[in-house]
Every structure is written in C-alpha cells, then in structure tokens.
C-alpha cells in the first residue's frame, strides 16, 4: 500500500517505531541504548506537543487558515477534521445571518409595530421601523429603556404584568401622536421575552364609529313610526274585527317584535359609546330576587327554577346594565329550554378572589362550532327557534358590552342536547363587601324552586 494511502493513525505507528527502532540502534552502535531509547522518546513526545500547541493554536484563530497538506499522520488528519467543520460551521453562520436579515427585513416592511420586551426587566431589546410611528420607539436608541416608562401615558404596568393572561388593548392613543388609534396584543413567545404588537386601528374605529352612527339614527328614527303604528293596532278590538282578528293579532306581535328589536339596537347603541360606567354599590341579594321572579313569570311554571346565593358580597358597578345583561341570560335560558327542564341561577367565589353569576340550563345545548360566535350582533343558531321565541339576536352582544364596561368576561360552555352554561366573571376589584341594607338574598336553593 503506498503511503499516501495508508490510514493516518498506521502511518502515526509506523513513525513512532521507526524513531524507536533508529534510537536503539544508535545507543547500541555507542554502547548506551536505553539513554539513546529515551531521548529518542522525548524527541517523539516534543514533535507531538509541538503539534498539539499547533492545533491548539488553529482552534483559537479567527481568521481562516489554508487547508492542511495531503497525507501526513493522525494529527495531520485532525487538522484536516477541524479545518472542515469550521468550514461547516461559517457556512451555517453565514446562512444563519442571512436568514437573520430576512427576517428583519421583512419585520422592518410589516406595518405593525413589533417591539421585543425582556419578561423579567419590561425593557426594550428590539423593535422594527413602524414603533416609531406608532409608539415613538426608535432602535438603537431606546434599546435597554423601560417600556413603561417609554409608553406613557399608555396603563402597561398592571398589562405586562398580566404576561400571558392579557387582555388586548383593542383601543388607546398613540404615545407618539394622540390622533392616531392603536391596538396592543402582548404575545409571549419563550420563556424570557414578549413581542408587543402595535396596529394602527384608526380606520377600523371611523368605520366602526360610522356603523354605530347608522345603526343608533335608523334605530330612532323607527321608533316613532313603530309607536304610531302600535299604538293604532291597540285601538282596534279584536272582538269587533270578525275575520280579521287572527291578522290583527299577529301584526300586533310582530310591531312588538320590532319595538323590542329598536329598543335592543338603542340600548346596544348606548353601551357601545360609552368607555366607563358611573360605579356604584349593586346589591346582588335583591337583584338575585328580581331575576327569580322574571323567571318564574317568563316560564309560567313550565321548569324548575333556582337561585343560589353562595358569595355573600355585593359588586361594584351599574346596576342597571348589570340587570340588564344577567336578565338577558336568564330570558335566554327559559326560551331555549324545553317544559320540564331546570334553570339554576347561581352567584359564587371564583379564582384570584373574584366572583361568577353562572346561569345554567337544561336546554337544547348548543353545537362547539358555534360557541365563538354567539356575541355577534344578530347571529343566530337557529333562526326558525329564535324566530318562535320571540329572540332579537341581540341579547348576547348586549351582556358582552355590559360586562367589557366592568371589566368582566363571558364564558360559555354547552353540550347538544345537554344544556349550556354562562358564566360572567368579575374580578376582585368589583367585589365589594355585602350592605347591610342587602336583604331578600336567598341562601337555600330548595327556598327559591319552583316545579314544572
């Protein structure tokens, strides 16, 4: 085998017992053999730690080296090794930095603002060319530089802090520039940064506003001419009518119908305009009372109703737009509940402090693909039911809007043919301990039931 084709580590023995073999022999030829054996050893040891500071010394440099000689022995092939996967490894860099600038190239042309946030320190590491427009960042210069503070007047302290669990900010001013509307999404992305998302949402509110406009002057302006012509219909006695009682009778529901879909526009109107309520002390024990009896009057005694008291505290807020979006809740369980079925009505502690008015039926249920959609204004499951239950379509988006005044959300949970749950969820800022003047709350579920 030649030697250009021998394996490095035979063409390494080889050398090493031919030194040996050389230092031997010369020690014989002057009558000394084990000291000529053992210089021989330390000149072997020396060329390969010579070698090895070589190596070393190739590992340590930052600049690139030309490809070792063919052939050679194992250290030669080691060489060879590392002179390779460094070449890899500068190949993977460069292919990493220009993925690198890709994708900040293309982070650069988004129109969103995006803005890197360290989770532990809330300081900025990076953001792209729209935070300056949106947010009045700029990168370099507010790199290290407290979010909270950089953002202000914008309430991040208590939203950061949130992490996971926060809400979107779907409309607040611009830090930058007052007359620019954004939205802020917070997406957490590992386990020590977030990627705040800034969107000019300027537009999307005009529009929004212009369809609140339309929706709240068409809803007035039907107002009067429904009244006229219901309160016709209420003069004409259906007793006098002879064959036209049967028509009479069924355009005066459906001018009632109407009224009632006006007045829900209205109201929904109303609710959307407005960015807080006025806080005031609601005392739910006789609010619970109320709801029991609306209930009872609405069913006509074709279920079972109950109403539990287990929280024992009162709720901050209005109490009006409060009845009115539970009332919402239980109308919709009595219509969507066959005779026979069960209502339960039940204020209880929730997590971190908070409490939950749950209104849960024994109804039809209602399928998964649905669930996320019900808040819509007008969306229906089945429109020939909602259509027979007198529904508007619009009761759901009204208790949304009502709880997203206090700061509150909806949960809802259903099963065809099993029934479904809502679930209003207020924190603990809304929790306010129970008045004394509180009375007429019911304590015992078997107290407030009454049987189909």
Known sequence: ????????????????ALVLVASLLAGLAVGHPWPALALGSLA??????????????????????????????AWTQVERLLHRARGEVRGRERRLVE??????????????????????????????????????LRYPRDKGASLVERLQPLPLSHWLSAGRH?????????????????????????????????????????????????????SHELRTPLTVVHGYLDMLDPADSGEWEPIIGEMRRQSQRMTQLVEDLLALSRLEAQDALVDED?????????LRREAEALSQGRHAIVVEDLAGV??????????????????NAVRYTPSGGRIAIRFAPAEAGGVAL????????????????????????????????????????????????????????????RGSTFTCRFGAGRVIPRSKDSHEHPQDPHASRQHA
Not at 49 to 66: E, F, G, K, M, S
Not at 384 to 408: C, F, M
């Open 166 to 218: 926060a809400e979107p900010i779907v409309d607040a001013a611009s830090p930058a520039d007052p007359a620019i509307r954004i939205s802020l999404r917070l997406i957490p992305y590992s386990d020590a940064l977030w990627l705040l998302v800034a969107r000019d949402v300027g537009k999307l509110m005009r529009l929004e506003q212009m369809r609140r406009d339309f929706v709240a002057n068409v």
């Open 314 to 331: 009162d709720l901050l807020g209005s109490g009006r737009e409060l009845h009115s979006a539970f009332s919402n809740l239980v109308a």
């Open 99 to 136: 993925m690198m600038r890709a994708y900040r190239a293309i982070a650069a042309a988004l129109p969103d603002a995006l803005v890197v946030v360290d989770r532990n320190t809330q300081r900025l590491i990076w953001c792209n060319a729209a935070a300056g427009t949106l947010l009045g």
């Open 358 to 417: 749950t209104v849960e039926d024994s109804g039809y249920g209602i399928p998964e693909s649905h669930l996320p959609r019900l808040t819509e204004r007008f969306y229906r499951v089945s429109s020939s039911r909602t259509r027979e239950t007198g529904g508007t379509g619009l009761g759901l988006a009204i208790v949304k809007h009502v709880l997203q005044l206090h700061q509150a959300r909806l949960d809802i949970t259903s099963e065809v043919g």
């Open 282 to 290: 609601v005392a739910v024990g006789p609010m619970l009372s109320t």
């Open 44 to 73: 072997l040891l020396a060329g390969h730690l010579l070698r090895l500071q070589r190596i070393t010394h190739l590992l340590d440099a930052r600049v690139r080296l030309p490809p070792p000689r063919p052939g050679g022995g």
């Open 1 to 16: 085998m030649p030697p250009t084709l021998q394996p490095p580590w035979q063409r390494t023995l080889a050398t090493l």
